[in-house]
Protein backbone atom coordinates (compact mmCIF):
# COMPACT_ATOMS: atom_id res chain seq x y z
CA UNK A 1 0.00 0.00 0.00
CA UNK A 2 3.16 2.13 0.32
CA UNK A 3 2.74 3.15 -3.54
CA UNK A 4 -1.14 2.99 -4.01
CA UNK A 5 -1.52 5.40 -1.03
CA UNK A 6 0.26 8.10 -2.54
CA UNK A 7 -0.97 7.25 -6.22
CA UNK A 8 -5.18 7.56 -4.90
CA UNK A 9 -3.43 11.01 -3.26
CA UNK A 10 -2.76 12.65 -6.39
CA UNK A 11 -5.89 11.02 -7.70
CA UNK A 12 -7.98 12.97 -4.92
CA UNK A 13 -6.24 15.95 -5.54
CA UNK A 14 -6.67 16.64 -8.83
CA UNK A 15 -10.73 15.69 -8.34
CA UNK A 16 -10.54 18.34 -5.81
CA UNK A 17 -9.12 21.10 -8.55
CA UNK A 18 -11.16 19.71 -11.01
CA UNK A 19 -14.84 19.82 -9.54
CA UNK A 20 -14.08 22.82 -7.03
CA UNK A 21 -12.84 24.69 -9.97
CA UNK A 22 -16.35 24.32 -11.68
CA UNK A 23 -17.88 25.95 -9.02
CA UNK A 24 -19.03 28.98 -9.47
CA UNK A 25 -16.58 31.73 -6.90
CA UNK A 26 -14.61 28.53 -6.30
CA UNK A 27 -12.06 29.78 -9.22
CA UNK A 28 -10.12 32.71 -6.86
CA UNK A 29 -9.52 29.99 -4.44
CA UNK A 30 -7.77 27.83 -6.57
CA UNK A 31 -6.36 30.58 -9.21
CA UNK A 32 -5.37 33.09 -6.49
CA UNK A 33 -5.74 31.88 -3.00
CA UNK A 34 -4.05 28.51 -2.99
CA UNK A 35 -0.95 29.23 -5.21
CA UNK A 36 -0.44 32.05 -2.97
CA UNK A 37 -0.09 30.33 0.41
CA UNK A 38 1.71 27.50 -1.33
CA UNK A 39 4.43 30.06 -2.42
CA UNK A 40 4.78 31.81 1.16
CA UNK A 41 4.55 27.99 2.36
CA UNK A 42 7.56 26.72 0.22
CA UNK A 43 9.94 30.04 0.80
CA UNK A 44 9.55 30.01 4.58
CA UNK A 45 9.56 26.79 4.88
CA UNK A 46 13.12 26.42 2.19
CA UNK A 47 14.44 28.81 4.18
CA UNK A 48 13.97 27.59 7.68
CA UNK A 49 15.23 24.14 6.33
CA UNK A 50 18.61 25.78 5.05
CA UNK A 51 18.87 28.10 8.37
CA UNK A 52 18.32 25.27 10.47
CA UNK A 53 20.90 23.15 8.80
CA UNK A 54 23.52 25.98 8.14
CA UNK A 55 23.49 26.00 12.28
CA UNK A 56 23.95 22.49 12.65
CA UNK A 57 27.28 21.83 14.05
CA UNK A 58 30.26 19.84 12.03
CA UNK A 59 32.31 19.20 14.62
CA UNK A 60 34.69 16.95 12.41
CA UNK A 61 35.99 16.94 8.53
CA UNK A 62 33.86 14.02 7.17
CA UNK A 63 34.03 14.21 3.14
CA UNK A 64 33.11 11.91 1.17
CA UNK A 65 36.71 10.64 -0.52
CA UNK A 66 36.90 7.64 -3.15
CA UNK A 67 40.31 8.97 -4.67
CA UNK A 68 43.70 8.81 -4.38
CA UNK A 69 44.26 11.70 -1.41
CA UNK A 70 47.26 14.29 -0.76
CA UNK A 71 50.42 12.44 0.15
CA UNK A 72 53.75 12.70 -1.47
CA UNK A 73 54.10 15.34 -3.96
CA UNK A 74 55.46 12.83 -6.62
CA UNK A 75 52.37 11.17 -6.10
CA UNK A 76 49.20 11.58 -8.49
CA UNK A 77 46.07 12.30 -6.58
CA UNK A 78 42.47 13.06 -7.50
CA UNK A 79 41.25 16.35 -6.91
CA UNK A 80 37.62 16.19 -7.27
CA UNK A 81 37.64 13.39 -5.43
CA UNK A 82 39.39 14.27 -2.57
CA UNK A 83 39.98 17.84 -2.62
CA UNK A 84 42.40 19.94 -0.16
CA UNK A 85 41.99 23.43 -1.09
CA UNK A 86 38.64 25.75 -1.23
CA UNK A 87 39.30 26.12 -5.22
CA UNK A 88 39.29 22.09 -5.28
CA UNK A 89 36.07 21.87 -3.32
CA UNK A 90 34.42 24.61 -5.42
CA UNK A 91 35.23 22.94 -8.45
CA UNK A 92 33.85 18.94 -6.70
CA UNK A 93 30.48 20.90 -5.69
CA UNK A 94 30.18 22.16 -9.52
CA UNK A 95 30.74 19.53 -10.66
CA UNK A 96 28.12 17.72 -8.55
CA UNK A 97 25.71 19.92 -8.71
CA UNK A 98 25.76 20.34 -12.84
CA UNK A 99 26.52 16.97 -13.77
CA UNK A 100 25.61 14.69 -11.26
CA UNK A 101 29.04 13.04 -11.04
CA UNK A 102 28.67 10.91 -7.69
CA UNK A 103 25.72 9.67 -9.28
CA UNK A 104 27.49 8.70 -12.45
CA UNK A 105 29.85 6.48 -10.17
CA UNK A 106 27.63 5.06 -8.74
CA UNK A 107 27.65 1.29 -8.69
CA UNK A 108 25.16 -2.16 -7.69
CA UNK A 109 26.56 -5.24 -5.90
CA UNK A 110 25.65 -8.81 -7.20
CA UNK A 111 26.61 -11.84 -5.42
CA UNK A 112 26.87 -14.36 -9.09
CA UNK A 113 27.24 -18.19 -8.74
CA UNK A 114 30.23 -19.01 -6.88
CA UNK A 115 29.88 -17.47 -5.11
CA UNK A 116 31.08 -14.53 -6.16
CA UNK A 117 30.69 -10.65 -5.41
CA UNK A 118 30.72 -8.60 -8.45
CA UNK A 119 30.11 -4.74 -8.88
CA UNK A 120 29.05 -2.71 -12.40
CA UNK A 121 28.03 0.20 -12.88
CA UNK A 122 23.83 1.96 -12.85
CA UNK A 123 24.93 4.60 -15.34
CA UNK A 124 21.33 4.32 -16.88
CA UNK A 125 20.22 6.01 -12.92
CA UNK A 126 22.23 8.99 -13.86
CA UNK A 127 20.75 8.84 -17.15
CA UNK A 128 17.31 9.09 -16.44
CA UNK A 129 18.16 11.61 -13.23
CA UNK A 130 19.89 13.95 -15.72
CA UNK A 131 16.78 13.69 -18.09
CA UNK A 132 14.26 14.34 -15.50
CA UNK A 133 15.98 17.73 -13.42
CA UNK A 134 17.35 18.80 -16.61
CA UNK A 135 13.88 18.82 -18.68
CA UNK A 136 12.19 20.34 -15.23
CA UNK A 137 14.47 23.45 -15.32
CA UNK A 138 13.76 24.21 -19.17
CA UNK A 139 10.47 23.87 -19.01
CA UNK A 140 10.73 25.81 -15.74
CA UNK A 141 12.38 28.79 -17.79
CA UNK A 142 10.22 28.05 -20.22
CA UNK A 143 7.17 29.07 -17.96
CA UNK A 144 8.54 32.74 -17.43
CA UNK A 145 6.85 34.39 -20.66
CA UNK A 146 3.42 33.76 -18.71
CA UNK A 147 4.65 35.69 -15.61
CA UNK A 148 6.06 39.01 -17.28
CA UNK A 149 4.51 41.67 -19.93
CA UNK A 150 7.34 40.89 -22.33
CA UNK A 151 8.98 38.17 -24.19
CA UNK A 152 12.21 37.58 -22.37
CA UNK A 153 15.76 36.59 -25.15
CA UNK A 154 17.22 33.68 -23.35
CA UNK A 155 12.71 31.95 -23.03
CA UNK A 156 12.41 32.46 -27.00
CA UNK A 157 16.12 30.73 -27.40
CA UNK A 158 15.19 27.98 -25.14
CA UNK A 159 11.54 27.77 -26.98
CA UNK A 160 13.71 27.63 -30.10
CA UNK A 161 15.80 25.15 -29.23
CA UNK A 162 13.84 23.00 -27.12
CA UNK A 163 10.48 22.82 -29.72
CA UNK A 164 10.26 21.26 -33.46
CA UNK A 165 7.15 22.07 -35.63
CA UNK A 166 4.69 19.44 -35.87
CA UNK A 167 3.14 19.25 -39.58
CA UNK A 168 0.25 19.87 -40.77
CA UNK A 169 -0.17 22.65 -37.93
CA UNK A 170 2.83 24.61 -38.10
CA UNK A 171 1.82 26.86 -35.60
CA UNK A 172 2.14 23.98 -32.55
CA UNK A 173 5.71 22.92 -31.12
CA UNK A 174 6.68 19.97 -29.60
CA UNK A 175 8.97 20.36 -26.80
CA UNK A 176 11.45 18.11 -26.24
CA UNK A 177 11.37 18.31 -22.56
CA UNK A 178 7.52 17.56 -22.30
CA UNK A 179 8.05 14.28 -23.55
CA UNK A 180 11.93 13.83 -21.83
CA UNK A 181 10.77 14.77 -18.21
CA UNK A 182 7.87 11.95 -18.81
CA UNK A 183 10.27 9.50 -19.39
CA UNK A 184 13.01 10.60 -16.72
CA UNK A 185 10.27 10.32 -14.35
CA UNK A 186 8.31 6.82 -15.38
CA UNK A 187 11.60 5.29 -15.48
CA UNK A 188 12.79 6.47 -11.71
CA UNK A 189 9.08 5.30 -10.69
CA UNK A 190 9.87 1.81 -12.73
CA UNK A 191 13.04 1.74 -10.88
CA UNK A 192 11.47 1.35 -7.69
CA UNK A 193 8.63 -0.81 -8.74
CA UNK A 194 10.83 -3.55 -10.52
CA UNK A 195 14.38 -3.38 -8.16
CA UNK A 196 13.98 -5.42 -4.96
CA UNK A 197 16.10 -3.91 -3.00
CA UNK A 198 14.91 -0.47 -4.25
CA UNK A 199 11.69 -1.23 -3.62
CA UNK A 200 11.94 -2.91 -0.13
CA UNK A 201 13.84 0.76 0.91
CA UNK A 202 10.80 3.05 -0.65
CA UNK A 203 8.76 4.68 1.26
CA UNK A 204 5.27 6.67 0.57
CA UNK A 205 6.96 9.51 0.70
CA UNK A 206 9.39 8.11 -1.79
CA UNK A 207 6.12 7.14 -4.54
CA UNK A 208 3.65 10.58 -3.55
CA UNK A 209 6.50 13.52 -5.13
CA UNK A 210 6.96 10.79 -8.56
CA UNK A 211 2.93 10.49 -8.78
CA UNK A 212 2.49 14.31 -8.26
CA UNK A 213 5.14 15.20 -11.19
CA UNK A 214 3.74 12.81 -13.06
CA UNK A 215 0.30 14.24 -12.72
CA UNK A 216 1.83 17.65 -13.39
CA UNK A 217 3.31 17.05 -16.31
CA UNK A 218 0.44 15.32 -17.90
CA UNK A 219 -1.68 18.08 -17.05
CA UNK A 220 0.55 20.11 -18.58
CA UNK A 221 0.87 18.11 -21.79
CA UNK A 222 -3.09 17.76 -21.91
CA UNK A 223 -3.24 21.81 -21.90
CA UNK A 224 -0.90 22.19 -24.71
CA UNK A 225 -0.93 19.47 -27.24
CA UNK A 226 -4.79 17.70 -26.84
CA UNK A 227 -6.74 20.25 -25.06
CA UNK A 228 -5.42 23.34 -27.10
CA UNK A 229 -8.20 24.38 -28.69
CA UNK A 230 -10.29 25.19 -25.26
CA UNK A 231 -8.02 26.52 -23.17
CA UNK A 232 -7.57 30.56 -23.55
CA UNK A 233 -4.22 31.15 -23.78
CA UNK A 234 -4.71 34.87 -22.85
CA UNK A 235 -6.76 34.78 -19.89
CA UNK A 236 -4.21 32.01 -17.98
CA UNK A 237 -1.44 34.45 -19.13
CA UNK A 238 -3.56 37.58 -17.68
CA UNK A 239 -3.70 35.31 -14.53
CA UNK A 240 -0.35 34.82 -13.98
CA UNK A 241 1.16 38.21 -14.73
CA UNK A 242 -1.82 39.17 -11.91
CA UNK A 243 -0.38 37.14 -10.08
CA UNK A 244 3.23 38.35 -10.65
CA UNK A 245 2.26 41.57 -9.69
CA UNK A 246 -0.34 40.93 -7.19
CA UNK A 247 -3.41 42.04 -9.18
CA UNK A 248 -4.71 38.63 -9.95
CA UNK A 249 -7.60 38.81 -12.40
CA UNK A 250 -9.87 35.47 -12.75
CA UNK A 251 -11.68 34.96 -16.41
CA UNK A 252 -14.01 32.73 -15.87
CA UNK A 253 -12.93 31.41 -19.89
CA UNK A 254 -10.35 29.69 -18.09
CA UNK A 255 -10.93 25.71 -18.31
CA UNK A 256 -10.67 23.09 -15.03
CA UNK A 257 -7.59 21.72 -16.16
CA UNK A 258 -5.53 24.93 -15.74
CA UNK A 259 -6.69 24.41 -12.07
CA UNK A 260 -6.00 20.92 -11.92
CA UNK A 261 -2.52 21.68 -13.14
CA UNK A 262 -2.35 25.10 -11.08
CA UNK A 263 -3.29 22.97 -7.94
CA UNK A 264 -0.66 20.23 -8.06
CA UNK A 265 2.34 22.83 -8.17
CA UNK A 266 0.64 24.17 -5.63
CA UNK A 267 0.59 21.09 -3.35
CA UNK A 268 4.34 20.46 -4.79
CA UNK A 269 5.37 23.71 -4.13
CA UNK A 270 4.14 23.23 -0.30
CA UNK A 271 5.19 19.92 0.33
CA UNK A 272 8.62 20.51 -1.04
CA UNK A 273 10.14 22.11 2.18
CA UNK A 274 9.28 19.51 4.38
CA UNK A 275 10.43 16.09 1.71
CA UNK A 276 12.94 14.46 0.56
CA UNK A 277 13.25 17.01 -2.45
CA UNK A 278 14.66 19.35 -0.33
CA UNK A 279 18.26 17.85 -1.47
CA UNK A 280 18.27 20.56 -4.06
CA UNK A 281 19.07 23.28 -1.11
CA UNK A 282 20.60 20.58 1.17
CA UNK A 283 23.05 19.75 -1.18
CA UNK A 284 24.76 22.78 -0.77
CA UNK A 285 25.33 22.93 2.91
CA UNK A 286 25.92 18.73 3.24
CA UNK A 287 29.46 18.11 5.11
CA UNK A 288 30.37 15.09 3.15
CA UNK A 289 30.74 17.40 -0.03
CA UNK A 290 31.19 20.78 0.89
CA UNK A 291 34.89 20.43 3.19
CA UNK A 292 38.34 19.40 2.26
CA UNK A 293 40.02 16.66 2.56
CA UNK A 294 42.89 18.38 4.88
CA UNK A 295 42.51 16.31 8.16
CA UNK A 296 46.16 15.07 8.02
CA UNK A 297 47.12 18.44 6.97
CA UNK A 298 46.00 20.90 10.18
CA UNK A 299 44.75 20.16 13.38
CA UNK A 300 40.99 20.48 13.37
CA UNK A 301 39.74 21.95 16.87
CA UNK A 302 36.27 21.31 17.34
CA UNK A 303 34.98 25.11 18.76
CA UNK A 304 32.01 23.44 20.54
CA UNK A 305 33.83 21.64 22.99
CA UNK A 306 33.57 22.87 26.57
CA UNK A 307 37.03 24.25 28.61
CA UNK A 308 37.82 21.29 30.49
CA UNK A 309 40.33 21.86 33.46
CA UNK A 310 43.07 18.86 33.62
CA UNK A 311 42.74 16.68 36.53
CA UNK A 312 45.52 14.52 37.75
CA UNK A 313 45.38 11.34 39.39
CA UNK A 314 46.77 12.50 42.35
CA UNK A 315 43.80 14.75 43.28
CA UNK A 316 41.05 12.61 42.09
CA UNK A 317 42.58 9.99 44.25
CA UNK A 318 42.65 12.76 47.19
CA UNK A 319 38.58 13.31 46.19
CA UNK A 320 37.85 9.54 45.90
CA UNK A 321 40.47 8.10 48.19
CA UNK A 322 38.03 6.72 51.21
CA UNK A 323 35.91 5.69 48.50
CA UNK A 324 38.55 3.55 46.84
CA UNK A 325 39.65 2.07 50.11
CA UNK A 326 36.02 1.01 50.68
CA UNK A 327 35.56 -0.69 47.74
CA UNK A 328 39.23 -2.27 47.98
CA UNK A 329 40.70 -0.61 45.12
CA UNK A 330 44.78 -0.01 45.44
CA UNK A 331 45.56 3.40 46.41
CA UNK A 332 48.93 5.33 46.81
CA UNK A 333 48.58 7.34 49.90
CA UNK A 334 46.59 5.72 53.08
CA UNK A 335 43.82 8.02 54.96
CA UNK A 336 45.50 9.80 57.68
CA UNK A 337 45.37 8.30 61.11
CA UNK A 338 42.99 9.85 63.77
Known sequence: ???????????????IAWIGSAIPGMQYLFGVAVPYAALLLFISGFCWRVLYWAKSPVPFRIPTTCGQGYSMPWVKRDKFEAPV???????????EIVFFRSLWRNTKASIKPGPELTYSATRWLWLFG???HYSMLVILLRHFRLFVGSELFFVSALEYLDGFTLNPTPELSLYVTDALILVGLLALLARRFLIKTVNYISLA??????????????TGILMRYFLRSGMDIVAIKQLAVGLTTFHPVINPNIASVFY????LVSCLLA??????????GGVFL?????LANDSRMRRHINPWNPDIRPHSYASYEDEFRADMIEQGIPVEKELPQG
Open 1 to 15: MKHTFPLIAVIALAL
Open 85 to 95: STGEVLGRMFM
Open 130 to 132: ILF
Open 205 to 218: NDYFPLFLLIGIAL
Open 260 to 263: VHLF
Open 271 to 280: YFPFSKLMHM
Open 286 to 290: SPTRN
